[in-house]
């Protein structure tokens, strides 16, 4: 949502105003100060061990004020988290329109990812303008049978991110990657999803231990989800283990440095799915499906799920297959060109339209991350 507050804040018919719910404490107020972002409003709904209802009872209760005294034209949200789905269910409630980014990625089924899945969907009900990143995600949507009229297909904003971060210079010796082994064979691996959680994530922790002893001159790189059903999984199995870092959470500079220096990215996100392609890493996927086929189709990606056995024969033979790894890396851009804040934006204020002959008041909003 950064590039998208930026470019509202470009505009002078718009008055935008930024709140975050802080779902996740530490992690937004890094990337806020990362895009130099002082929001106008902070829900700080984070509670330790918070369950996900819990999250969108407090969500649902305190933006309820916020929206009271702003009122706003739109609320705008961003993809598939508890946020987004509280967030845009209280300014239906408030007769508020919404606007969607990320709108239109399916997977369909609702356990996976959950709870992902029922919340984009939900978003879909719920939102009156639904900007989807892709042609296969409008046509998602147009067979639930959302209007045409308000789909907009603008590439996702994250895409817009990625180009202004890695353009930034950035100072391995004295940041968070620091202590990366940068002589070696870097694998970048991540993994959080919920539905991970229990055999899932301890089959990939497996598989990342016997990656780092059996492939020559490799080092896997961990930045350690800070949900603490994730931490303590991952410490137990790869913590002090040979040729394995593990680092806290990364902020996205940190980050995107990272993804740029590895030759190949495990994960269970869906934003390295969109991001790793740019820089042409080839992605093994440790889900059974995706909402982002865009990555598989060009190839650059591969569906492995979380079986121990298959995410170790993947990876090991594009370490030590050349023509394999060359077939899968090369660098595309299925999600985006750079330019989705400013059609997101356009898209808003086409919508604005005047009663009568007067100008029209600068249209008021209210960005929602997390």
Known sequence: MAPVAAELARRPDIDASMCVTAQHRDLVDQELRLFGIVPDYDLDVMRADQTLSQVAARVLARL???????????????????????????????????????????????????????????????????????????QNLLREGVAPESIRVTGNPVVDALYEIARRPYDWDAGALRTIPRERRLILLTAHRRENWGDGLESICRAARTIAASVENVEVVFPVHPNPVV???????????PH??????????????????????????????????????????????????????????????????RIEAEAIRLLTDQAAYAEMAH????????????????????????????PAPPLRLVGGVG
């Open 231 to 241: 931490r303590r999984t991952v410490s137990r199995i790869l913590g002090d283990r």
């Open 331 to 358: 660098a595309v851009s299925p999600y985006g060109d750079g330019k989705a804040a400013r059609r997101i934006v356009d898209a808003l204020v086409g919508s604005w339209t005047s009663a009568d002959d007067e």
């Open 244 to 309: 394995v870092t593990l680092l806290p959470a990364l902020e996205y500079h940190a980050l995107v440095q990272l993804l740029r220096a590895s030759e190949l990215v495990l994960t269970d996100s869906g934003g390295l799915q969109e991001e790793a392609p740019v820089f042409g890493k080839p992605v093994l996927v440790l889900r059974d499906e995706t909402e982002r086929p865009e990555a598989l189709e060009a190839g650059i990606a591969r569906l492995v799920g979380t079986d121990r056995r």
């Open 64 to 138: 309820e004020p916020v929206m009271e005294e702003v009122r706003p034209d739109w609320l705008v949200v961003e993809g598939d988290t508890t946020t987004v789905i509280a967030a845009a269910f209280a300014a239906f409630n408030m007769g508020v329109r919404v606007g969607h980014v990320e709108a239109g990625l399916r997977t369909f089924d609702k356990q996976n990812p959950f709870p992902e899945e029922v919340n984009r969907r939900m978003a879909s009900i719920v939102a009156d303008l639904h900007f989807a990143p892709t042609e296969s995600a409008r």
